[in-house]
């Protein structure tokens, strides 16, 4: 049996004019905790991973990568300033910071780069996303806006990687009848929610669809049933930073130095390691019983991010499977462009939220969100169709350039899921503020004065996108 296991690696724009913000070291979390042990994983490929262009673009931003350095330097200093606290587990700690410093230093900060190197040997096979994250079926209303996700994304994937994504992931998995016709204009190749399709199989439209395995998937991620759930693995939600003075991470606040079990005990690194084996070990097992049964191939699809920064011994799991994969008489790591389509295929409405449908991203709490996208996106269609393809560098340009930035970041998933779930809400609230101001002073800017407007020389979000190259997606 071919097994295509896919990771979809993303995280909002979050890069702040000032360090040390919350969201920032999200983002830098995740780095040490993930993305750099992902490094050494793929050592034993073949992975999917789809890279999302705002992940990219932080990746690749060089303040991001000095404060990263920064975050490091001060996560070591905490862990030594309370070594009379954090015990057995404060030594573990200070051997994975270690750790993560010196695989930054040997890819000399390069994460991207080191991915792309990995795809040259077949190691990797890489993705991309929509431009910003955008849940696309409820943009689809929306002329060119769509095509805009898709081409924009794939712009910056090829500008970053040197050649076009082998693939492209549809933010949460959202697809329709429309989003398929659409999508396939430039992409031909996607992963959906077993909601959508029974099969792997192609659109009328030339869109080839594989649906993610829902026992698979639930194996791993499930908070009720997952292997992550084991009482030895970390407690995620349980931080030195919640009850010690914590530098600049402040008190009350994630560092990212957590002492517990996920059974209130002190966590023992050695042992939970010794669990990740095991249930991996017994997720191959059952994957090869599924190949026994006569199935032949099997899509699994995950956050990235489940794998070391929510569930930390995610890493070692993942190792474990694809070392026993490989070699394994019944079964065969792939990448997913490398299983036949079995016929044609038409999608069913879902995405991989809750209850399978869209109601996470488009629903009550999220009303006023959807309304302030619409409302934006046609503003911007109409300022496009009103500068001059050759037009690069006027106040007018510059304007509609600045308002294109803030009216796609406007449209990202991830304010419409902290909405719905609550978790960071206030922080959507205020990006969606930010974004909807953006938008209203660049095309202020582009009928007069665009001298205010920041210098993309200075770095941010698309800001080596500008004139024609950013705007001729709108187009239609």
Not at 44 to 55: A, F, V
Not at 64 to 80: K, T
Request: glycine residues 10%; contains cysteine.
């Amino acid at each position: 049996m071919q097994v295509a296991i896919v990771l979809h690696a993303h995280l909002p724009y979050v890069r702040a004019e000032a360090p040390w913000t919350v969201e920032e070291r999200w983002f830098h979390d995740a780095l040490w905790t993930c993305y750099l042990p992902l490094l050494e994983v793929i050592e034993e490929g073949p992975l999917t991973i789809s890279l999302s262009p705002p992940l990219i673009e932080m990746l690749r931003d060089g303040v991001l990568r000095s404060r990263f350095e920064a975050h490091l330097d001060a996560l070591d200093e905490l862990n030594e300033a309370h070594r009379d606290h954090t015990g057995d587990a404060g030594t573990f700690y200070a051997r994975r910071i270690a750790g993560a410093r010196t695989r930054w230093l040997h890819h000399r900060g390069d994460v991207v780069g080191r991915l792309g190197r990995a795809w040259d040997k077949g190691d990797v096979e890489l993705w991309t996303t929509g431009v910003t994250h955008g849940f696309l079926p409820g943009l689809a209303v929306l002329e060119g806006t769509v095509e805009a996700q898709v081409r924009l994304g794939q712009r910056v994937f090829t500008d970053a990687l040197g050649r076009a994504p082998a693939g492209f992931w549809l933010p949460e998995c959202g697809i329709d009848a429309r989003v398929a016709r659409r999508v396939a204009k430039d992409a031909k190749l996607t992963v959906v929610d077993a909601h959508a399709v029974e099969a792997g199989g192609t659109t009328a439209d030339g869109l080839v669809l594989w649906p993610r395995h829902l026992e698979a998937s639930h194996r791993v991620w499930s908070r009720e049933h997952g292997y992550p759930r084991h009482p030895l693995y970390r407690e995620f939600h349980r931080d030195l930073g919640h009850d010690r003075e914590a530098g600049p991470f402040g008190r009350g606040t994630m560092t990212g130095l957590k002492l517990h079990a996920i059974d209130g005990s002190p966590y023992r690194s050695r042992e939970a390691e010794v669990q990740a084996k095991r249930d991996a070990a017994d997720f191959v097992q059952w994957l090869d019983a599924e190949a026994r049964r006569g199935r032949r191939s099997l899509v699994t699809a995950y956050d990235a991010e489940l794998f070391g920064h929510w569930w930390f011994e995610g890493p070692v799991f993942l190792r474990e499977v694809l070392a026993g994969l490989s070699g394994h008489p019944r079964l065969s790591p792939v990448t997913v462009s490398a299983l036949e389509p079995e016929g044609e295929v038409c999608p069913e409405a879902s995405s991989w939220g809750r209850g399978g449908d869209n109601g996470v991203w488009v629903g009550p709490h999220t009303a006023h969100l959807w309304r302030d996208i619409h409302g934006t996106a046609r503003q911007l269609h109409r300022a496009v169709a009103g500068i001059a393809a050759e037009d690069e560098d006027s106040p007018a340009s510059r304007g509609v350039d600045h308002a294109l930035r803030h009216g796609l970041l406007l449209q990202a998933s991830d304010w419409a899921f902290a909405l719905e779930d609550g978790s960071a809400s206030d922080y959507a609230r205020a990006r969606i503020a930010r974004h909807r101001r953006g938008v209203r002073e660049g095309l202020a800017a582009a009928g007069g004065d665009a001298s205010g407007l920041p210098d993309p020389s200075r770095g941010g979000f698309l800001s080596d996108l500008r004139g024609e190259a950013l705007r001729a997606p709108f187009r239609g």
